[in-house]
């Protein structure tokens, strides 16, 4: 559901659409607009409002579900943080539709938020799936940099470089930036999934989101130059037009999910992996000259 909403709102950004609807939290001064109002850039920026309100709804009933039938209490802390999180999103949401003069200085909040979230929700699926709770040994996380470190590292940049991207659509300014951070991105995408099937080779619980990072990292990069050349190419369109709407809403979308992947292998790898370091945490024991761990 989140990624529809982060597509919905691509759609907004790239048929500049997002002063279409002047008030808020109401749409013409109703919750449900009427059939006359419903057209043009209109249907793009409602659908996304709509779509927000049903994944904010969700999310309210998720954290109630988690507060109550959630023995561990940093998870339901963590599914009040998202709920906070969605919550904070439409706040932006509302102050970048209150206050248009300020739209590029509001996007980049707006787009740092809806990302974050994005994370927050990937990491509850994550928490609460069946592989995190199977036994598993707790192999030593040699190497450096660690990978827990690398693919946090990793995480950061991704979540960087979308922000970036979005300050670009927005015009909050140019390209260079998001162009330089597609190159450091790419390296620590690429650093770290070598690094993975070097150093776990054969244990598919982290090879294969790393193998799927690096998948979408090339699906992402050339996304990412098509839509450059077809924004360029529409420079002088009166108004957006397709190729240029479809690739930029793709290349969003696929840059969020190469975040979602990265964070679950970076919650994988503090799940299967241990400091390199003889040491008794807990019942968990972990042995520097077997290089395993016994749970």
Request: include cysteine.
């Amino acid at each position: 559901m989140t990624v529809v909403l982060l597509a919905a709102g691509a759609l907004v950004t790239s048929n500049e659409a997002g002063d279409s609807v002047p008030d808020w939290p109401l749409s013409f001064g109703r919750w449900l607009v009427s059939s006359d109002h419903f057209v043009a850039n209109v249907r793009y920026e409602y659908s996304h409002r709509f779509i927000a309100g049903v994944v904010g709804a969700t999310t309210f009933l998720l954290a109630v579900w988690v507060w109550f039938a959630e023995r561990r209490a940093w998870m339901r802390k963590l599914a009040l943080i998202v709920f906070a999180g969605v919550v904070a999103q439409a706040v932006v949401g509302g102050v970048r539709v209150l206050f248009p003069e300020y739209k590029p200085l509001i996007a980049v909040p707006h787009a740092l938020v809806a990302q974050s979230f994005f994370g927050a929700v990937v990491a509850l699926a994550v928490f609460t799936s069946r592989s995190w709770f199977a036994t598993r040994d707790v192999r030593l996380d040699q190497g450096k940099p660690p990978l827990r470190t690398l693919t946090a590292v990793t995480v950061a940049g991704v979540l960087v470089q979308l922000v970036l991207g979005a300050g670009y659509r927005h015009q909050a300014f140019g390209i260079a930036p998001h162009v330089v951070g597609a190159i450091v991105v790419a390296s620590l995408i690429i650093w770290t999934a070598v690094a993975v099937f070097r150093r776990q080779k054969g244990d598919a619980y982290l090879t294969r989101p790393a193998g799927l990072a690096a998948m979408l990292l090339v699906l992402q990069l050339g996304l990412g130059v098509a839509t450059y050349f077809a924004r360029v190419a529409s420079a002088g369109d009166p108004q957006p037009l397709e190729p240029m709407i479809s690739l930029t809403v793709a290349h969003l979308v696929v840059g969020a999910l190469t975040l979602a992947t990265i964070i679950v292998l970076t919650l994988r790898c503090h799940r299967a992996l241990a400091a390199p370091a003889a040491e008794v945490v807990g019942s968990r024991t972990i042995s520097s000259q077997a290089g395993r761990a016994v749970v």
